[in-house]
């Protein structure tokens, strides 16, 4: 019996093993390798989001929490200069929020409004962009016209209508939540025609070839050959777009908050923290919105340039 059991655990040992070592041994990590900015970027990108997941244990105060806020301790400027006082290291707002920890929340939110922006954005503009490319005909002109029509607007002016339509009609019953996936709706909204337009490129390419014929003539199902069989094909292209389009969205998120569209202050983003920050800019207290914007910087710029090198490295003709 013991015989028998042996070599069924060294395989099941074996297969992670062997996906690891195939990971380790591909083309893109090996790109990624060589490049020291992309690791850089990589390792800043990998700390924002911890930041952002551990933020309950790293910050010394629920900047959302009115309880833990006191009027006494705002203003305070960060601990390295004269006024400075423990345990606020980067200093503290006029509602005596600690900044370091507003910042640490605050990347909770923007990475969440971003994160989730871009799947909605993902998953519609994948859909029509498969059902277009596919069925072409009308389906296929209605689709791109209505693409078409959006891309003379700019991502921003879409957000800020969709966000005005949303609290207009929805008006004081907007809470944080329901702010939240209101600003998630509008940046989908804004970003679903990049997909669209290289995913239905893709299929068009994709369905002439052998195997999807194959497939239709066993008779598979339309939706079935489409999200099976093309989609796997095309998931390059969407994972480059996916990459750029986070730091769009974040930037989306921070511009409508800044405009006082987006995250309330009870609830703040990075956005929301620089617009009131920039409110005390001239007063002296430049830490206030020094220090979100400075930490808004640094998770595009490192997105942005996980996204070029990912561009180039699954691009066929620069290998």
């Known amino acids: 019996m013991s015989d028998a059991v042996v070599p069924h655990r060294t395989q099941d040992h074996q297969a992670p093993a062997g996906w690891v070592r195939r990971a380790l041994d591909s083309d893109i990590f090996y790109s990624f390798r060589r490049s020291r900015l992309t690791m850089v970027a990589a390792s800043i990108t990998l700390l924002f989001f911890l930041l952002a997941i551990f933020a309950s244990w790293l910050a010394v105060q629920d900047p959302f929490d ?32 600690d900044v370091l920890s507003a910042i640490l929340y605050g990347l909770r939110i923007s990475l969440a409004v971003g994160i989730a922006g871009v799947v909605f954005a993902g998953a519609l503009g994948i859909a029509l962009g498969l059902i277009a490319g596919y069925f072409g005909g009308v389906v296929d002109t209605v689709i791109m016209r209505i693409a078409d029509v959006q891309l003379t607007f700019p991502a921003i ?6 966000n005005g339509v949303a609290k207009s009609l929805l008006g004081n019953r907007l809470d944080e939540i329901s702010t939240l996936g ?5 940046i989908g909204l804004s970003f679903w025609v990049q997909y669209a ?6 299929v068009m390419v994709e369905k002439n070839k052998d195997y999807v014929a194959a497939a239709q003539l066993i008779g598979l199902p339309a939706p079935k050959i489409m999200f099976r069989h093309v989609l796997p094909n095309t998931m390059g292209p969407i994972l480059v777009i996916a990459t750029i389009n986070l730091a769009l969205a974040i930037i989306t998120e921070a511009t409508l908050s800044f405009l006082g569209a987006g995250m309330p202050d009870t609830m703040p983003s990075l956005g929301t923290l620089i617009r009131i920050g920039n409110n005390y800019l001239f007063a002296g207290e430049w830490w206030i919105v020094a220090f979100p914007g400075i930490a808004l910087a640094g998770l595009i710029l490192s997105i942005n340039l996980l996204g070029d090198w990912l561009r180039d490295a699954l691009n066929p003709k620069l290998r």
């Open 157 to 162: 002016l879409i957000a800020l209508l969709v």
């Open 182 to 186: 209101v600003l998630v709706i509008a």
């Open 197 to 202: 337009r290289t995913v239905r490129g893709s």
């Open 66 to 97: 009115p309880a833990q806020l006191q009027l006494l301790n705002s203003r305070i400027a960060p601990l390295w200069t004269a006024d400075g006082q423990s345990p606020f290291l980067l200093g503290t707002d006029e509602q005596g929020r």
